[in-house]
């Protein structure tokens, strides 16, 4: 049985922080608020819900919390289908490559899902993927392993059968809570908890996933016989 691969999107798949960061400025400025880059920086990769009560005036209604989170990710799509993104490198070709060999492939992301589709449909990767996963689908944000979970579940493959791809140790902290196998993508230099870390896909072997999934097997496999 080959496994699952579920990719989060935002810094894994795709660079989207500048355009993020645009956004979020452009609408923080709309409310009056002047949103310093070390503050977005702090917060970016998180669900708006938590991000936006950090920004607004203490006492924002959930309706004010609730518009203000919209209108960033309108402007961000809109920025998005105007300027286009280009996939992170090795990205897309892991994607079509994993996809050749017969592995399911799921998008597992803290995005909104018209974000998820706009993006995909702007990589020319949408149809790649056999489900996604995104905020609307989840009550609890990344390290909770909801929705690594709930993307396995769509996508019918136990955990012990999949292997996360993130760019957040918030992410890998949630695969290793659903019992799942991980490869952390690190472009700034830190170093990821993962079971392999790599600062970017393009330098992993053609064999990489396989090898990961044989692993753990082998591991689980000692740990039962002891």
Known sequence: MTGA???DLDGTLVDSEKKHWLSWRDTMAREGISLTRDRFLATFGLRNDAIVPCWLPPGASSDQIRRVGETKEA????LVRH???EPLPGAAEWVRRLQEQGWQQAIASSAPRENVEVVLEVL???DRFQAIVSAEDVTAGKP???VFLTAAARLGVPVSRCIVVEDAAAGVEAAQRGGMASIGVSRNGSRLKADLAVSSLGELPADAFERLLDSRGSTAQRRIQL
């Open 144 to 146: 909770d392993p909801q």
């Open 5 to 7: 691969v579920l990719w």
């Open 83 to 85: 300027d286009g993104l």
């Open 124 to 126: 020319g990767l949408i």
């Open 75 to 78: 402007l961000y799509r809109r």
